[in-house]
């Protein structure tokens, strides 16, 4: 993790890199929030706890390490490499998708302009979200979502509520779809990815920061619903991905998707398969029987953990695949089934 670590110090000053710098943590850190004149917290896997001044972790907030205001601007002048003013277009979003893929949440003063946020003043809080790839996550997933005869992909929707590793399953699966599974006698296709909130790919200035396959094309910050359309127009994916679906225009560039031949990989918030069920969005998706497999994920030790895979029709699903030990070579120049 030293690595990780030093990668993510180099967006804080002095000050506060002498705080964490010293933690034993890193492998569990998920988010580090700063606000101005109020205790330094870390999201952990295990939960939320306090920094000291000494780097230790506690549990009572008067022993904190207390972010300064000027701390909380240095930051965000290390995010933008000093230079705000090119990075206002994402800061109306509440958000900058940093090198390593990274993600600085911002709270301030909006300032809004025709029922829209133009952009962010008087910023006072920051979320840094710790990225992390993780690799296989989805390896569970692929005997039920890559058929064998003939090789194809069902259309899937990873379903759970927040902090389960929707967006850490979906990356690793758009991996594997595109770089090909020999473990799974499945070549690698063809995948377009409408990556609204940057999260999968975190494109950094158009460079995915995280290894989304080698056939993969990627529409960063653009909305689901025009992106799905205009990749299918432009490269003829054969599977389109997208996080976090659920307004009713995504339910129309779906459609187009499926009467263009098109594959749909997504994902969605919600803890049941009934929960779904009652929201207009995915009533629509179940009378159109577009879905082939559920995956229901919930939080465990690792991103991603597996609560229950079922079909169209809300039943346990079989595999459509059997893993062959043997075959564990990786596709052409990138990485296969572990």
Known sequence: ??????????????????????????????????????????RLLRGDSFVSAQGLLTKQEDHAYRVSAAEIAKVLNLACGASLYAFADEMRNGFLTLEGGHRLGLTGRAVVEGGSVR????????NFRVAREVRGSADPLLPFVLA???????HTLIVSPPRCGKTTVLRDLIRQISDGV?????????????????????CHRGVPQFDVGVRTDVLDACPKAEGIRLLIRAFGPEVVAADEIGRAADARAIEDALNAGVKV??????????ELRRRPFFRHLFALGVVERFIFLR??????????VLDGAGQPAPAVNVVRPAATASAPGKHGYR
Do not use: C, Y
Request: proline share 9%; no cysteine.
């Open 119 to 126: 952009t962010l003043r008087h910023i006072a809080g920051l």
């Open 148 to 154: 064998e005869r003939p090789p194809r992909v069902l």
């Open 182 to 202: 020999p473990a799974l006698s499945f070549p690698g296709v063809t995948v377009a990815l409408v990556d609204e909130r940057s999260e999968v790919a975190a």
């Open 299 to 308: 939080r465990g030790a690792k991103p991603g953990e597996v609560s229950a």
């Open 265 to 274: 990989v997504a994902t969605a918030h919600a803890a049941s398969l009934e």
């Open 1 to 42: 993790m030293g690595n990780k670590r030093d990668e993510v110090l180099a967006f804080f000053p002095p000050s506060l890199r002498a705080v964490l710098a010293p933690l034993t943590v890193w492998d569990e850190i998920e988010e580090i929030r700063l606000k101005a004149e109020r205790p330094l917290l870390l």
